[in-house]
């Protein structure tokens, strides 16, 4: 079953804009995690953030976590087209079995 | 090889078949996952294997599907009498295992498998 649900499903920004993606899970959790696909390609890790931190940088990544709303978001400043990609979070059930939403797929236009 | 390597990319098989998607993980990584993703979909857990424990079968969705996996190389997943429903991308992702704490995993491309 699927634990973390990522808002919006999809999203179009003018390349130079930011775009920011939401993720809301229902357990508690260990740690929470990004990742990006491509068209045709796996997921690529982005950031790993722990349940006890609040936040984390990574270039032009920032995560967020608030563990008392269950969310995540993920902010990508100054996009670019080859931001275009499926982004999905992923949570851990235990040490190591991890939940991935559906995913917001971001369109960059130039 | 630098990366999770899969094969073959792209497979399409007539229903009823038999088909055998391979997995390479990064060499040293002890844990290999599988996983089924659907056209738009998120990814689906299938499989879990660590070292030499038993491997956590609680998502394959049949018996018609099974997973080996040579000490801690190769794995192969394998789709009995194959349906159509079966049609999804199979990614294989492998990580190091670090006890009590989550580890990033790395992706392969995947298996792309059609159904006729």
């Known amino acids: 079953s699927q634990q973390g649900e990522e808002d919006p499903q999809a999203l179009s920004i003018q390349e130079g804009e930011n775009a920011t993606m939401n993720c809301s899970y229902k357990t508690s959790i260990n740690n929470l995690q990004w990742y990006r696909q491509n068209s045709g390609r796996g997921l690529v890790h982005l950031i790993l953030?722990?349940?006890?931190?609040r936040e984390k940088h990574s270039g032009r990544l920032r995560v967020t976590l608030d563990t008392s709303k269950k969310s995540s978001s993920l902010l990508i400043t100054a996009s670019r087209a080859a931001d275009t990609a499926s982004y999905f979070c992923?949570?851990?059930?235990?040490?190591?079995?991890?939940?991935f939403g559906a995913g917001t797929t971001v369109t960059v236009r130039a | 090889g630098a990366g999770v390597s899969q094969s073959p990319s792209n497979k399409v098989t007539e229903k009823g078949k038999d088909v055998e998607l391979r997995c390479d993980p990064i060499?040293?990584?002890?844990?290999l996952y599988w996983y089924r993703q659907r056209l738009g979909q998120g990814l689906e857990f299938l499989i879990y294997?660590?070292?030499?424990?038993?491997?956590?079968k609680s998502g394959l969705p049949s018996d018609r599907f099974s997973a080996e996996r040579t000490g801690e190389s190769v794995s192969t997943l394998t789709i009995q009498r194959t349906q159509q429903e079966d049609s999804a991308v199979y990614l294989c992702a492998s990580s190091p295992r670090v006890v009590g704490s989550n580890q990033p995993q790395h992706f392969g491309d995947g298996t792309r498998l059609s159904i006729l």
């Open positions: 294997f660590q070292g030499n424990s038993a491997p956590d």
């Open positions: 953030i722990r349940s006890n931190e």
């Open positions: 060499s040293g990584h002890t844990a």
């Open positions: 992923a949570t851990d059930g235990s040490d190591y079995k991890l939940s």
